[in-house]
């Protein structure tokens, strides 16, 4: 008997995907094509709300074991993936308004991936996880080459999709020896299959088999060594797909992680294996963004440390003292607190780099300089993500979410984690200061007055927007100042967040 | 007491207010914002200087801490961060000494906005600094202490990159960096207080009951290291001598005035109030390093040639004289270092007034290049021999106290490492008067070089004595009466050092 109210939401977004297909071939109107996307995307975070108000549910069950759990944590993810799309969709529309950018395709591909990022949330066991994060990410590839002029966009695509294949496998390989070894696909049934037989732990089949699965999802987040892809993927593709990359597509993956490593697998596996990518990851994260020159690489390399921070906490189960049930609760709502902080900075930052640049790609630094005394509020927007991802007032967001890691890591007894956390945000200040002086430096004299931001895309002429917001069209200045103001808002009232978080809490 | 509790959120309100309206209104009212922004910090200075009441003391708590007044409400119960700020006599000198230097420099910067950037930003920015600086003072909360520590950091960096000097940027990186160093092992020893007393009540952690010995010493430790880089302690201190020189007047009047003493204020009030079985350990250590930066800060002094460079490395000395005091863990030693955070406050905060007005001058800080300031000016030479003096610490001069009763309260703890210390310091202090008198022959005495004598004769202008004058008067009065800054400590230095294990 299959639950179809449960799988509303998943129906929403697919169907949305579908609807968007048609309305592009019947009606191949940008405006209605478009507006069919962001009122699915609104749907589907509607009608996750809906379901989990009416308590839990699961279907496509095998006995006690369940492969699509409507619970609120799923509904929280949902939510989060349907308001990422609209915003995304939001800052797309000078990409959508510049020559060779087919609107129906990227309205469906989007569409599509928002598909699966709904779905990662309801997942009950690996396969479906696995497939679900699968259909967030295919889009992608696609989406990240659609520049189709530029070379930098197909090499993008083509390393993103070679190393993600090849991620997926090591998965898949990971997930198939867990089967091989426990008999269970299902989460629930994984965890009590460790529970009940501890020496299961020390079988090697077992402690490979969850190594691989998660390093093949660190693949997704980009954590290091697994990170190669994130900056030539981001650089190449338009700058709203770069956004959704370093958003949605890095939450899926934490949500996979977040979903297997606490509980299905076994801890004392996946816990030193976490700590270690995690410290990675932060660490050359950090180190390779101060020499970055180009604006969307450094945001890349900077969301590749970003990662290293929302793995950190989990990381403190690779001791004894983490394991403890109190302290896992403690890490995974600081985990999944510090994503939601996360996203809601690195959408301002991606935001502006839209809005100050229009279609054209995100271009060097230089080209920023004086950049918010030419549009102040959008100045404002980055320099509060800005100063928010690196962690300090006035961006109170991330001096929080800073806050929330430190917390749990000490909470959890891996203070060293903590001075490592803690020493990389101060790496971190030192390129995010950089943009943020270029941004309110006097512009270079030397380039004229003309060397503004927006004229120097000789490649793709930008399109001058007939009417907006203080000369960034309405949909971006909407979609930035909506996430600027979610930042501001849980910058002073972090308890929403925390509250949202203890939700995902297993 | 409810009136009460508004009026100490209006000392944090009433500054965060006026930066935005300063900052929202129209451009081309640049005068008129600055203007505002003054009114702003004359009605927080109000606000502050009204919460004296010391005769209330413990009403409300039966703690270490028996603040005047306090408010305490939840803000994020996830983090255990609640909004509890309050003031007491530890506090209440110094929330004082920020309202009013935040005020001055105001006045000032409406008289004179430094070229680099809008003066209204300017303006802006001083209030913001306010707001993180009173707001440490009067934390109860250490969380929220942490928070309102790190607010800081940013807008001193614009003020430092925007308005500064030649090598601002580099001088401006270098700052918030290095702060900013200190203040993230900060948040990791408040969150390691924090995890092991489930508590961030200051109040309730004060004394260091219910955490152990380890956790003590790993928590004075990193809170330790992170004062210390912002006061700054030698050898952490060389973010300092850069940023002095490079900021603007009234960016390095805010800095050395309060924005060090954020850090010995940390220094007493968290790291010995929350750990003192770890400051106990670390005391011989700290005092060292504080004997040290008072011989290398004078001893740099003397090689100086810069005017502003000289009177930044003469903070480095002064705040060994603080730390040294804290070091001791004596009553004495204590309120020592707190009329001595005090009187630098003013004397530094005079000294960088008037470098700021000589550099205005003469084009150059170079004190080679000056000479015979005397002749041209003599009322600025007066008020620099002056401050001088006061920075000294001849008696009857605010410095006096601070410097004296730290070397007493050395030599009082008896013992071969503490008798030494105290003699080395005295030393050190002797160098001060070298390196004064030397900077006095230099720049006041002497013909008048080419870069003085194209110096107008006029005298002060009338905003510059408006801005130093209450600093002179200060100088002056607590040098003379010290229970203008000591008369209240008494109580809660007591409850501090009776904590600490012999």
Request: one cysteine or more.
């Amino acid at each position: 008997m299959i639950d179809h109210v449960a799988l509303l939401p998943a129906y929403l977004a697919a169907g949305t995907a579908v609807l968007v297909l048609l309305v592009d071939l019947l009606v191949s109107r940008r405006g209605a094509t478009v507006a069919f996307t962001g009122l699915g995307a609104a749907a589907t975070a509607v009608g996750a709300i809906a379901v989990a108000r009416g308590g839990d549910r699961a279907t496509f069950c095998t006995g006690d074991a369940c492969s699509y759990l409507a619970t609120s944590r799923a509904a929280l993810v949902a939510v989060l993936f349907a308001l990422l799309t609209l915003g995304v969709l939001g800052l797309s529309a000078p990409t959508l308004r510049s020559a060779g950018i087919p609107v129906g395709e990227y309205c469906f591909l989007l569409a599509c991936s928002m598909t699966g990022g709904v779905v990662i949330g309801y997942a009950g066991d690996l396969v479906t996880l696995i497939v679900s994060l699968e259909t967030l990410t295919l889009p992608l590839y696609i989406l990240v080459g659609l520049r189709r002029t530029e070379v930098t966009s197909a090499e993008g695509a083509i390393t993103f999709f070679v190393v993600s294949v090849v991620a997926t496998s090591v998965t898949l390989l990971g997930a198939a020896l867990l089967y091989a070894s426990t008999g269970a696909v299902h989460l629930s049934l994984l965890r009590s299959a460790f529970a009940a037989d501890a020496s299961l732990v020390h079988e090697p089949l077992v402690q490979v088999a969850a190594a691989l699965v998660v390093l093949g999802l660190a693949f997704k987040v980009a954590a290091v060594p697994f990170h190669a892809w994130a900056p030539t993927a981001y650089d190449g593709a338009p700058v709203p797909v770069a956004a959704y990359l370093s958003t949605a597509s890095k939450l899926g993956g934490v949500i996979a992680l977040l979903y297997v490593a606490i509980g299905p697998l076994p801890l004392e596996v996946a816990g030193p294996v976490l700590a270690v990518l995690a410290v990675a990851t932060m660490t050359v994260g950090n180190l390779v963004a101060l020499r970055q020159s180009r604006m969307v690489r450094l945001l890349a390399w900077s969301s590749v440390a970003q990662a290293g921070y929302i793995l950190a906490p989990l990381g403190a189960a690779a001791f004894a003292a983490g394991r403890s049930s109190d302290a896992l609760d403690l890490a995974v709502a600081a985990t999944v607190a510090y994503a939601v902080f996360y996203v809601a900075m690195e959408l301002g930052a991606f935001g502006s780099v839209v809005a100050l640049r229009g279609s054209a790609d995100g271009g060097a630094i230089e080209d920023y300089r004086g950049a918010a005394r030419r549009t102040p509020w959008v100045g404002v927007t980055f320099l509060l993500a800005l100063v928010g991802l690196a962690g300090l007032p006035p961006g109170l967001a991330g001096l929080f979410a800073k806050v929330t890691v430190v917390r749990s890591l000490l909470g959890g007894g891996a203070g060293w984690l903590a001075v490592i956390v803690a020493l990389n945000a101060v790496v971190g200040l030192a390129y995010y200061l950089r943009v943020v002086y270029a941004l309110y430096s006097a512009p270079d004299a030397s380039l004229g007055a003309d060397a503004c931001v927006r004229s120097d895309s000789s490649s793709q002429p930008a399109v001058a927007p007939a009417f907006g917001f203080a000369g960034v069209p309405w949909a971006v200045a909407a979609a930035l100042l909506l996430a600027t103001g979610v930042a501001v808002v849980i910058g002073f009232a972090p308890q929403l967040v925390l509250d949202a978080a203890n939700l995902a809490a297993p | 007491m409810r009136e009460w509790s508004v009026v100490l959120v209006a000392t944090l309100a009433l500054p965060a207010l006026g930066a935005l309206v300063v900052a929202l209104l129209p451009g081309n009212a640049d005068r008129v914002a600055r203007l505002v922004g003054t009114g702003f910090a004359a009605a927080a200075f109000v606000a502050s200087v009204v919460l004296y009441r010391p005769g209330d003391a413990g009403r409300f708590t039966y703690g270490a801490i028996r603040p005047w007044h306090e408010l305490d409400v939840p803000w994020v119960p996830g983090l255990d961060l609640r909004f509890h700020i309050g003031v007491d006599g530890i506090s209440y000198p110094l929330l004082v000494l920020t309202t009013l230097l935040t005020l001055l420099c105001c006045a000032y910067t409406v008289w004179l906005a430094p070229a680099g950037g809008r003066g209204r930003t300017l303006v802006a920015l001083l209030l913001i600094i306010e707001v993180g600086i009173a707001g440490t003072f009067l934390a109860l909360d250490l969380v929220l202490f942490f928070v309102f520590f790190e607010v800081v950091l940013l807008p001193m960096y614009a003020v430092i990159a925007v308005w500064g000097g030649d090598g601002r940027r580099h001088a401006a990186r270098k700052f918030v960096l290095y702060t900013l160093f200190g203040s993230v092992l900060l948040l990791v020893g408040v969150f390691t207080v924090v995890a092991k007393a489930g508590t961030a009540d200051l109040t309730e952690l004060t004394g260091g009951d219910g955490l152990s010995r380890t956790t003590q010493l790993v928590a004075f430790v990193l809170l330790a290291i992170a004062f210390a880089v912002k006061s700054p302690l030698w050898p952490l201190h060389t973010w300092l001598p850069d940023a002095h020189t490079e900021a603007p007047t009234v960016g390095s009047v805010i800095l050395a005035g309060v924005l060090l003493k954020m850090g010995t204020y940390g220094l007493i009030r968290v790291a010995v109030g929350v750990a003192p079985e770890g400051a106990a350990w670390a005391a011989p250590v700290l005092g060292t390093l504080a004997v040290a930066a008072i011989v290398v800060g004078s001893l740099v002094c003397l090689a100086q040639t810069e005017l502003k460079r000289l009177i930044a490395y003469s903070s480095v000395g002064h705040m060994g004289f603080v730390l040294l005091g804290i070091a001791t863990l004596t009553a004495t030693g204590i309120e020592a270092a707190l009329i001595g955070n005090i009187a630098h406050g003013v004397i530094t905060g005079l000294l960088f007034f008037l470098a700021g007005a000589i550099k205005d001058r003469a084009h150059t800080g170079v004190l080679g290049e000056l000479g015979g300031l005397r002749e041209r000016s003599p009322w600025l030479a007066g008020v620099l021999g002056f401050a001088a003096i006061a920075s000294i610490g001849l008696p009857g001069l605010a410095g006096f106290w601070g410097e004296a009763f730290a070397v007493i309260a050395a030599l009082g703890r008896g013992g071969p490492l503490w008798t030494t210390l105290g003699v080395v310091a005295a030393i050190g202090g002797a160098l001060t008067a070298a390196y004064f008198m030397r900077l006095l022959r230099r720049v006041t005495h002497g013909p008048a070089s080419p870069a003085v004598a194209t110096l107008s004769p006029a005298s002060l202008a009338g905003p510059e004595l408006v801005a130093w004058a209450p600093l002179i008067v200060l100088a002056l009065a607590i040098g003379l009466i010290p229970a203008l800054v000591l008369g209240f400590v008494g109580d809660p230095v007591q409850a501090l050092t009776s904590a600490v294990p012999r």
